[in-house]
């Protein structure tokens, strides 16, 4: 921009009565960016000829006074001239100076305004003059007007910040309704089940263990012993709290990896996914396993500066976490990465010992955990031999996308921008920090956006989208604190586009309210009617029975029956009387025709291609008669449980 006085040259320069060159010698800092000293002006005797009636000789400020006396030393005058041009009439103007009454006068020969002192008692030619007032002077500014460190109230804000992204998670997850699902109702039978056989001795109605994907003993127990007292709400919200844990841990570990708004962000961000939302109401073992993760995340972020040996205490939660649920070890490899990452800027190379030492401890626990338990067919049939599906690959990556891809897509911009440029903070304290460099900063946002696609990687080899959604959430996890990251740089500093990260959320949130709704109508409800149906006719601990999601009769009629008595629609291996063994279809239509089973429930909405088959095989055999059918809403579409029963 042009300064009006870029015109002002040399000659200028020299004019005493240019009121250009007053106003630049009397500006606010001088050359040595010290403030102009101000002091009471005391006006030698000699110039007040008052006694003959002249008027006084005013002092020009460039060293001579109109009449050519040269200006004498010590002298200050209180304020420039003006125009009058600038400044409006000259008639009784007067200014106040440190307590100096000053008169407007005008000079004769450039009719502009400047001021004279009053004159003041004056001493003997040698006295000191009065006492001047001390000197303003202006306080120093500091460069910026926040700290960078930690404070006690930026603290206690991002903790009422906190308490609100976590008040609205349990909102979401508390307003989902529907009876039991059929892994809610499977787990907590066999919860009750193995309590029954740790305290009591009582046999085990099925091997628990053979197929389950985590340890029958941790969490089927834990959440039994909530649905004992407090029914399967009781249990739904333990998976709640371990959710709202994941999410404060979750903050704290993204908070000590970069700052306290990316930290927020990134919990925000969390807490409205579909994932999130379902599993914090959801009674199956993902939500503590994801819980145990983030716990373990946060023991290695938080012990990045503590001795090595320390990095061990990780381990156990971590190894935890693959008992609960055996897909979590998909995701040791990252908690391995990260103990090397965060380390790195403290230890250099010895960070690479931390890595090693962590690497081998959870080794450790993992092999006498298979050791010394009989979980290893469990992680077969679920985990690492598990039977490949018919899903196609851009499915899954379609349903990846839509369930998790908006906060993915917001951690991948985060890493980018993060490579580009590491400054956290806004501060001009905070230029001139030497920080990570751009390759530490890389291969972190490699590993965290990485660890988001190994689940849809996995389901992608194994061509299933069966409980996919739930696994994008352990992923979700670690990319989280990029997104966080990703967010805070679209609103950029001191938050200039608030209004942009204000509708990523919204749209997150959005998204994470209709999936999460429509994910809890999926299955078919169980209606008072139909449990009293069942009630009617099932045998106490008899009797042999197939339904498309046997699990939530067990579980809603477990005083009369147990999982041993029950067939479901995922598969069968029936035996006839010649000892031929008949699975699949074939199975069913074996056993309905030689009318093994006393009773047969469908529902049309679990397993629709295989009722189809039973319905035919009930029709045909002559053996099966309808007791009842009790309609209901799944999904927004109507549907109806039928009940067959033997005949003789």
């Known amino acids: 921009m042009t300064s009006p006085y870029d015109s002002h040259n040399a000659q200028n320069a020299q004019d005493p009565h240019d009121p250009r060159n007053e106003e630049e010698a009397f500006t606010w800092f001088n050359t040595n960016d010290q403030p102009p000293t101000m002091s009471t002006p005391v006006v030698p005797e000699e110039y007040y000829p008052g006694q003959r009636g002249e008027k006084p000789a005013v002092p020009d400020q460039r060293g001579q006074d109109p009449h050519g006396q040269d200006r004498r030393a010590g002298w200050h005058y209180a304020q420039p001239r003006y125009d009058q041009g600038r400044y409006g009439s000259d008639q009784g103007a007067h200014q106040q100076i440190s307590g100096a009454l000053v008169p407007a006068q005008r000079d004769q020969e450039t009719h502009a305004l400047r001021t004279v002192a009053e004159p003041v008692a004056a001493g003997p030619a040698t006295a000191e003059p009065a006492a001047a007032e001390a000197a303003y002077h202006i306080p120093e500014t500091p460069e910026a007007g926040w700290d960078m460190g930690a404070s006690s109230r930026r603290s206690w804000v991002s903790r009422c910040i906190l308490l609100c992204v976590l008040a609205i998670q349990a909102v979401l997850s508390l307003r989902l309704s529907n009876t039991a699902f059929q892994d809610e109702a499977l787990y907590l039978s066999a919860g009750h089940a193995e309590l029954a056989h740790l305290l009591h001795g009582v046999p085990l109605p099925v091997d628990y263990g053979s197929y389950f994907s985590g340890a029958p003993q941790l969490y089927p127990v834990a959440a039994a012993l909530a649905d004992d007292r407090f029914g399967l709400t009781g249990a739904r919200v333990l998976s709640l ?378 029709k045909a055999s002559g053996r099966y008669r309808l007791m009842g059918t009790v309609p209901f809403t799944a999904g927004g579409m109507p549907g109806e449980y039928r009940v067959w029963s033997k005949t003789g």
């Open 241 to 618: 709290v371990c959710m709202l844990g994941t999410t404060g841990l979750l903050y704290s570990f993204a908070r000590r990896l970069f700052n306290e708004r990316a930290a927020l962000a990134a919990a925000a961000l969390f807490g409205v996914t579909q994932s999130t939302i379902v599993l914090g109401y959801f009674a199956t073992y993902d939500a503590p396993a994801v819980l145990l993760l983030a716990f373990a995340a946060w023991l290695v972020v938080r012990l990045d500066r503590a001795p090595i040996v320390a990095v061990l205490l990780a381990a156990p939660p971590a190894v935890l976490a693959v008992g609960v649920k055996y897909a979590s070890a998909l995701y040791l490899p990252s908690l391995v990465g990260i103990a090397l990452l965060v380390a790195w800027p403290h230890r250099g190379k010895a960070a690479f010992g931390r890595a090693v030492l962590l690497a081998l401890g959870m080794g450790a626990l993992l092999g006498c955990g298979l050791y010394f338990t009989d979980v290893l067919d469990g992680v077969r049939a679920t985990t690492t031999a598990r039977e490949h599906g018919t899903d196609s690959a851009a499915e899954l990556l379609r349903s990846s996308a839509l369930w998790s891809g908006l906060v993915v897509a917001t951690a991948v911009g985060g890493a980018i921008s993060y490579v580009r440029r590491g400054r956290m903070f806004e501060s001009p304290l905070s230029h001139n920090l030497a920080g990570p460099g751009w390759r530490w900063r890389l291969l972190v946002g490699l590993l965290l956006c990485g660890t988001a696609l190994l689940a849809p990687a996995y389901q992608i080899h194994l061509s299933t989208s069966v409980a996919l959604y739930k696994h994008l959430g352990f992923g979700l996890l670690f990319a989280a604190p990029m997104a966080g990251v990703g967010v805070t740089r679209l609103m950029g500093a001191h938050f200039r586009y608030p209004q942009l990260g204000i509708m990523l959320w919204v749209a997150t949130l959005c998204l994470g309210i209709s999936q999460s709704q429509e994910r809890f109508s999926s299955w078919a409800p169980q209606p008072d009617a139909y449990t009293q149906l069942l009630r009617n006719l099932v045998k106490p601990d008899k009797g042999r029975y197939l339904a498309s999601t046997p699990n939530v009769p067990v579980y809603y009629l477990s005083d009369i029956t147990d999982q041993s008595h029950w067939t479901s629609l995922y598969g069968i291996g029936y035996k006839d009387v010649k000892g031929v063994t008949h699975r699949g279809n074939d199975g069913y239509r074996t056993a309905i025709k030689d009318g093994w089973f006393d009773l047969v429930v469908l529902d049309g909405v679990a397993t629709p291609e295989e009722d189809k088959v039973v319905a035919a095989a009930l």
